[in-house]
């Protein structure tokens, strides 16, 4: 009691030296921060600041910055570690976190083309190239059936390798199998640069063996055709490929009335025959004839709208390296040849596509190897 009687007298003794307004001020403060900060001490009453407690927002904005630091710090020290270490993994594992950003960009990128194109009520075939490229290499066939692209397999992919990893510690088997088969396992997002060189050369590669069989094809069915200069241009042009001459354009324009109707259009076609032009478009030949000869037509007819939309925007618009994807959809081999000659061959693909009509479409699926055998720089 005696204690206390001392304190209340020097808060007395205090407060006669300031100004009432200000003593009022002051407890209507302490009262204000008493449940945050505590009860004052006397010796802190004159300097304390009115701007205490600081708003739930910006406790939570100074918390998620702390968190983001700190894991920004960790992760860097992880990526050092590992390139300290395991050198040879790091490199697996910068690239694969690459592709997944890669491929979720991809994707939000055609999900964004698909709503506009439903928004606007715009075909496939209305779209600009980039978009319909994009479209055909990322996007499955669902509510556009034309779009016949290569996401089914990359997602089939990634959930083999879902899948596998469930089990505890199985994320480390599949960075394993990812580096022992990576062009079975991995879609190519998850390719360094030398793995898409190489992977792009054994694709040619099986897909240039069905070459000499379709040119078999082609010289079987020159008795059935009943216009006799038609069948002299087919048999020289066949004279040519297999002698390692290209053939010029209108060589090839030559035979549109041959490739519109019996034999060779495309819905009169010999089974055989159609196996070897899916092989040679790098599409599976284990189905059906007539589910063959409809993934054909889907497939020719994609690449006919994209060389419609090609020639408009211009090939000189286009990058290096579009220009060598798109020689290579259409079955030229451009890994190994420079950037002129393959906006060259380019050029002569889209005067040929360019002048066929829906029914001559036969003859643009054979110009992938008509026109791809013997240009320069192809033959190794």
């Known amino acids: 009691m005696a204690l206390s009687r001392v304190c209340w007298a020097r808060l007395a003794v205090w407060g006669s030296a300031v100004t009432p307004g200000h003593f009022v001020t002051r407890r209507l403060q302490l009262g204000r921060s008493g449940l945050a900060w505590g ?43 590992l390139g300290r270490h395991f050198p040879r993994f790091y490199v697996l594992y910068t690239i694969f976190m690459k592709g997944l950003q890669m491929l979720w960009a991809d994707a939000k990128k055609a999900r964004r083309i698909k709503t506009n194109m439903w928004k606007h009520n715009i075909k496939f075939h209305q779209l600009p190239y980039r978009e319909m490229e994009h479209l055909r290499q990322v996007w499955a066939r669902g509510r556009h059936p034309e779009v016949h692209g290569e996401f089914r397999q990359d997602v089939t992919k990634c959930l083999f390798l879902g899948i596998i990893s469930i089990p505890p510690f199985a994320n480390y088997l599949v960075f394993l199998l990812m580096y022992l088969f990576p062009r079975q396992l991995l879609i190519r997002h998850f390719w360094t640069p030398k793995q898409q060189t190489d992977f792009l050369d054994i694709y040619h590669a099986f897909r240039k063996q069905s070459h000499p069989e379709i040119i078999s094809y082609l010289e079987k069915v020159i008795p059935l055709i009943s216009d006799a200069g038609l069948r002299w241009h087919l048999t ?86 579009e220009v060598k994807s798109a020689c290579y959809l259409r079955g030229l081999n451009s890994t190994h040849i420079g950037e002129d000659r393959c906006r060259t061959w380019l050029g002569e693909w889209l005067q040929i596509s360019c002048s066929l009509k829906e029914a001559e479409l036969s003859l643009l699926l054979h110009n992938v190897v008509l026109l791809s055998t013997n240009y320069l720089g192809t033959r190794r």
């Open 236 to 321: 020289d042009l066949c004279t040519k490929i297999q002698r390692g001459t290209h053939p010029a354009i209108h060589d090839i324009l030559a035979l549109r009335e041959c490739f519109s109707n019996h034999p060779l259009g495309m819905n009169q076609l010999q089974a055989l025959h159609v196996k070897a032009l899916s092989r040679a478009m790098l599409l599976t030949s284990y189905l059906p004839p007539p589910l063959l000869r409809h993934r054909l037509k889907t497939h020719t007819t994609v690449i006919h709208q994209l060389d419609k939309a090609l020639a408009k925007l211009g090939i000189g618009q286009l990058t290096a390296q």
């Open 39 to 81: 009860a004052p001490r006397l010796f802190d009453l004159p300097c304390r600041s009115s701007k205490l407690h600081l708003s739930p927002k910006a406790d939570v904005k100074n918390l998620m910055s702390y968190v983001v630091t700190k894991t920004k710090a960790i992760n860097g020290k992880y990526h050092r570690f």
